[in-house]
Every structure is written in structure tokens, then in C-alpha cells.
């Protein structure tokens, strides 16, 4: 296992293939802890949601058909890619995510000028 017991979760909706016992002891046999988020909190699932149809916008319908699921796996590694290195993003200033988050750090971790009075 690339993980230790307890260090991955699945964090799903309310929606009932979600809550079945058949997943919760998937998961369990698995050493995935189940998380279920808040009913009606739509916040929950708005990024991912969000990523998940520009996904399908950008790389699943224009490539129909598909003809092998190897095909949709190396498409999706490529999309992948791309969307967090190259694809610009003008909600974090029109960088890709993976700049955003060098950015970030390179910031946070500039010492900190402080001044006593």
C-alpha cells in the first residue's frame, strides 16, 4: 500500500449510493475513511463540481467516441496536466494553479519584518 491505514478519505455528498453499506465496507476493507458532508451545503462540492464539468467540457464530449478506456485514461492524464500547468486561470490572476501555489509558498515563507515599541 502506497498509504497508511487511515491516511485517505473519500469525502462524498448524502446521495444514497454514498451511504450504502456495501461502500462503507468497501472503504473500510480498503482503510479509506468515509466522510459524508452536510445536507443542502452546496459549498461542499462547488470546486470540484465545477472542475468536473469543465472536464467534461474541455476533454470527454469533444473526444466521443471513446473507444478504449486507455484512451480515456491517457486523455485524462493529459488534460490533467495541462489544466494545473499550462491552462490559465483568471481566478487566481491568470496563472495556471501549479505558479498560484509556488507563488503562495514563496510568499508565506519570506521572513517578516517586525517592529517593538
Not at 67 to 96: F, M, N
Not at 102 to 115: C, D, F, G, L, R
Amino acid at each position: 500500500m502506497p498509504y497508511a491505514q487511515g491516511e485517505l478519505m473519500d469525502h462524498s455528498d448524502a446521495g444514497s449510493q454514498y451511504a450504502s453499506f456495501a461502500l462503507a465496507e468497501h472503504l473500510d476493507r480498503a482503510g479509506i475513511t468515509a466522510s459524508i458532508g452536510s445536507v443542502g451545503d452546496a459549498y461542499d462540492y462547488a470546486l470540484m463540481e465545477s472542475t468536473i464539468g469543465l472536464f467534461k467540457t474541455e476533454l470527454i464530449k469533444p473526444g466521443r467516441p471513446w473507444k478504449t478506456l486507455s484512451q480515456v485514461e491517457l486523455a485524462t492524464a493529459e488534460w490533467i496536466d495541462w489544466y494545473c500547468h499550462r491552462r490559465l486561470h483568471g481566478e487566481i490572476g491568470h496563472v495556471p494553479p501549479v505558479e498560484y501555489e509556488a507563488n503562495h509558498y514563496m510568499e508565506s515563507k519570506k521572513p517578516q519584518v517586525t517592529t517593538t515599541i
